[in-house]
């Protein structure tokens, strides 16, 4: 039902009206109180009665919908129409042997199908959206699937909104609504204005709007309507997720398969045909056709990518990395430049004020004094940051920098409103911005004047001094003149060199009232700087090694100061002395400059978004494959644009994560190197699962082909060639999804994407390898042929070798480059097991008479199971042996 018309009257009223009447009016209707929230319990019965926040119904990946798909393949439909064939012309015991088989076959495809899907569906469960709500009086984060009418949110920038709700309180609030107005600009908006009920939807500034997006500034505001009633919703209606569309590989693999099937088609003709003009029997011709055009036809190459490319992903998603587009599992393995933050990515994300410069540059101790307190206070009362409750712990959410500033000042007693503290209210904010670099609140301060407004403004510190005409000393307000701004910066430069984010403070008196931004950020007195220290990573320099062994170029791109930047990256591991770029430098260059430059600098400071997203492009035009990472709402154009978007789980904004391909959920760039071994993995998984199950095609064609081709019965009879297929399908699509990466991964250059998939290697791979599958299982068929054996004889000597054959040949295809002896038995922990399942079910069939009837086997002697045994495996070694050879540098 729809969640609109199943809403209780109150909050109906709330959802129609909600801008015509005041805040308060609002939460009177919704019966909430707007400094405690809704409580679970209310919360949960709300959202029983108007049903989950979604607009979307998730796409449902059930083992009997794949059953029900798989269960109509053409494949499926040609091995029925043989197994009635079968029931014609031959007996009764051979269909159902048929029939039996073809349940097997197509639970262990729906099997593998539906593990492949589910863990694809399960990625977008775990990238789930929360919001932060006032629940119990507490802000936490909720999914927000659980949203209900009265809940109230709290609004940050880089925010997208995921329900209709009511302002609240704002402060310097703006929202882009292009998706619903088609607006290109921001849409301002105030919680204290009442509007007329026919005001357009694009006017109703008290609202905001689910799919809309915090453009700047913060504000509290309390949900009017969910899923389906919202805005947006009643637009869109209730529709079924859109089912992903294909990677570049699974597309490639659909074409391969389609040009093979082709090929399988004409060999499943042939031939049967050349057996019909040697004078086979023409019924067993037919059903060897039908039955070898089941056999080779390569229907299992898109479940192989399937199952390489979800597992892999889910793999990634336990070690913290969400695949949010598959593409990106593809294009990892060819990252050949990674453009990083330093801030929470390169460093720990926990920025602490270690040093304070309200004069003199000194630490801050346990007892700062009047002056770093004030500073602290100053600082507090310039930020956007909030506090957070979450599972029993209390957090600060906000920008690393502000939930340092503040976390300070609480410990140091900066927010008592002591003499010197901001005690007052908030009555302006003018947010941060990338382009001036600074930020400003405004407070009308307790006690104070009558129509005199206290100015705050905290930023970069050469934004924050262009816009200083005065400095404090001593408490004292003197004129800064061009010597001082000297003095100024060189401080600022000794405390950069030390690794600290230096943020500069300054505060003026207003005495006229709130003025325009500009006006009021003018002729500021300069209060002091706070350093803040963000040591880098533990694991950051070992990350940035492995990359460069791995031929990958790791850039620094930062807003920080270039001392910062350079003391950073010579602790993990960069060139801190090269050279450098900073983002007026970088606005000076042209295209063609710009590309040059990037392509050998390795830091670049003080950079703007727009600077990231140049860089990005620049680097496009090297021909290099870019992966960038981001956490704001500015990253956004350069996550796009990169190959590969990383953005961060813990600090980034919602626009940010949607931008990106894939989600850091713990921020460490070492889990960028995770990421990136696991996409040349997949790869390389793919690569050799293809090359198996190919190869294994080869040999079974050139196997019933050079039977015939002799005048000799096809060496296996139709329902061998089902059991075959079978046992193989299931080894080539599970052993190579679990097979683990070789010790080379991250010591070969990237892949070229522009390589083709099925390149000469490869091929040439898969015909050797096929070859001597089939010069294995040929050989004893034609051996035992030749000495006079019966056909059924010959012919279950060369199925017993084909059991063996396969499973050797995926011994040692599990690597390229690696022997078998280095690799170890049990790393791979599926194959073992397969290999145990395989030898138990060949000793069940040749040892219960009624199963080797049915499969038309006959019994061997010991010498015969020896030779079946010992030829495919001696066969074999070769490849195995091959890659005791030195290896070139893999391209």
């Known amino acids: 039902m729809n969640a609109h018309r199943s809403a209780a009257p109150a909050e109906r009223a709330a959802v129609e009206q909600g801008h015509t009447v005041t805040a308060e009016g609002v939460l009177d209707r919704l019966g909430v109180d707007a400094g405690r929230g809704l409580s679970d319990e209310q919360a949960a019965l709300r959202v029983a009665r108007s049903g989950p926040n979604r607009r979307i119904r998730p796409r449902r990946v059930t083992f009997w919908s794949v059953l029900r798909e798989e269960s109509t393949e053409p494949m499926i439909l040609l091995l029925l129409a043989v197994a009635v064939l079968y029931g014609v012309w031959g007996k009764l015991e051979d269909t159902v042997a048929i029939v039996v088989i073809i349940a097997v076959v197509v639970l262990v495809e729906v099997f593998t199908e539906y593990r492949a899907k589910a863990a694809i569906a399960s990625l977008s469960r775990l990238s789930a959206p929360s919001a932060p709500v006032l629940r119990d009086g507490r802000v936490r984060e909720v999914p927000t699937e659980d949203l209900a009418p009265g809940d109230v949110l709290v609004l940050r920038a880089g925010e997208r909104l995921a329900a209709d709700a009511r302002l609240i309180e704002s402060v310097g609030l703006r ?149 949010k587009r598959l593409r990106a599992a593809e294009a990892l393995g060819t990252i050949t430049v990674i453009a990083t933050d330093k801030t929470g990515t390169l460093t720990e994300n926990r920025m602490t004020v270690s040093h304070l410069a309200a004069g003199a540059v000194e630490p801050l101790g346990t007892a700062p004094d009047p002056a770093q307190r004030n500073l602290l206070a100053l600082a507090a009362a310039c930020t956007d940051a909030t506090l957070v409750h979450q599972d029993d712990t209390v957090h600060v959410l906000g920008d690393p920098t502000d939930v340092a500033l503040l976390e300070a000042a609480e410990r140091n007693g900066a927010l008592t409103g002591e003499p010197g503290g901001v005690a007052g209210t908030l009555v302006a904010e003018h947010p941060f911005d990338t382009d001036r670099k600074i930020m400003s609140a405004v407070y009308r301060r307790d006690g104070g004047n009558d129509g005199e407004l206290l100015l705050i403004a905290k930023g970069a510190p050469e934004a924050v001094l262009a816009r200083c005409a005065h400095r404090l000393v001593d408490g004292r307000a003197e004129a800064l003149t061009g010597e001082d701004r000297e003095l100024e910066r060189e401080r600022v430069d000794r405390m950069a060199a030390q690794g600290m984010r230096v943020i500069a403070l300054a505060t003026r008196t207003l005495s006229g009232g709130a003025a325009a931004r500009d006006e009021a950020e003018a002729e500021l007195t300069l209060a002091g700087y706070a350093g ?121 904004t919602d626009v940010a994560r949607e931008a990106a391909d894939l989600v850091l959920a713990d921020d460490d760039f070492a889990t960028t190197t995770r990421a990136v071994r696991e996409g040349r993995q997949l790869f390389d998984n793919l690569r050799k699962g293809v090359r198996y199950y190919l190869a294994c095609k080869v040999a079974l064609i050139a196997t019933a082909a050079s039977g015939v081709a002799l005048g000799l019965p096809v060496p296996f009879t139709p329902i061998q060639i089902v059991v075959m297929e079978m046992f193989m399908d299931i080894a080539g699509s599970a052993t190579f999804a679990a097979e683990p990466a070789e010790s080379d991964t991250m010591n070969r250059s990237p892949r070229d994407p522009r390589r083709p998939f099925l390149d000469r290697g490869l091929v040439t791979a898969i015909f050797t390898s096929g070859a001597t599958l089939f010069a294995a299982v040929t050989a004893v068929y034609l051996g035992a042929i030749w000495t006079g054996a019966p056909v059924d004889a010959a012919q279950t000597l060369a199925f017993t070798s084909w059991m063996v054959g396969y499973l050797a040949l995926a011994w040692v295809m599990r690597s390229e480059r690696t022997p078998l002896a280095r690799l170890g038995l049990w790393s791979n922990g599926f194959l073992p097991l397969w290999t145990l399942v395989t030898a138990a079910a060949l000793a069940i069939i040749m040892t219960v008479p009624a199963l080797r009837a049915a499969l038309h086997l006959t019994t061997l002697t010991g010498g015969q199971w020896l030779l079946a045994i010992s030829v495919p495996i001696a066969a074999v070694v070769w490849i195995d042996l091959a890659k005791f050879r030195p290896a070139r540098k893999a391209s």
């Open 175 to 323: 929202v882009d609504e292009s998706v619903l107005t088609g607006e290109s600009m921001p849409a301002d908006k105030h919680a204290d204005q009442i509007l007329p009920s026919d005001a357009p939807l694009g006017q109703r500034s008290n609202l905001v709007f689910a799919g809309t997006t915090v453009a700047a500034g913060r504000a509290r505001a309390v949900v009017v309507a969910t899923g389906t009633s919202t805005e947006i919703g009643r637009i869109a209606g209730l529709v079924t997720e859109a089912k992903p569309p294909r990677t570049a590989l699974q597309q490639a693999m659909r074409d391969l398969a389609r040009w093979l099937a082709w090929l399988a088609m004409a060999f499943s003709v042939l031939v049967p045909l050349v057996g019909l003009l040697g004078g086979q029997p023409w019924r067993e011709m037919i059903l060897t056709g039908l039955t070898l055009a089941f056999a080779t036809i390569p229907e299992e190459l898109p479940i192989i990518i399937s199952m390489v490319l979800g597992l892999g992903s889910y793999r990634l998603a336990r070690r913290h990395v969400l695949i």
């Open 532 to 652: 803040l220290s963000d040591p880098p990573r533990p694991g950051a320099a070992d990350a940035v090694e492995a990359m460069r062994g791995a031929g990958i170029r790791v850039v620094m791109i930062t807003g920080d100061h270039p001392d910062t930047a350079r003391a950073i990256a010579a602790q993990i591991g960069l060139d801190g002395t090269g050279s450098l770029l900073t983002g007026p430098e970088i606005d000076e260059l042209d295209e063609d400059a710009l590309a040059e430059a990037a392509a050998r600098t390795t830091l670049f400071a003080r950079t703007s978004p727009e600077h990231k997203l140049r860089l990005v492009r620049a680097l496009h035009a090297r021909r290099e494959i870019v992966a960038v990472t981001g956490d704001g709402v500015n990253d956004t154009p350069a996550l796009a644009q990169a190959d590969v978007g990383i953005a961060m789980g813990a600090s980034g």
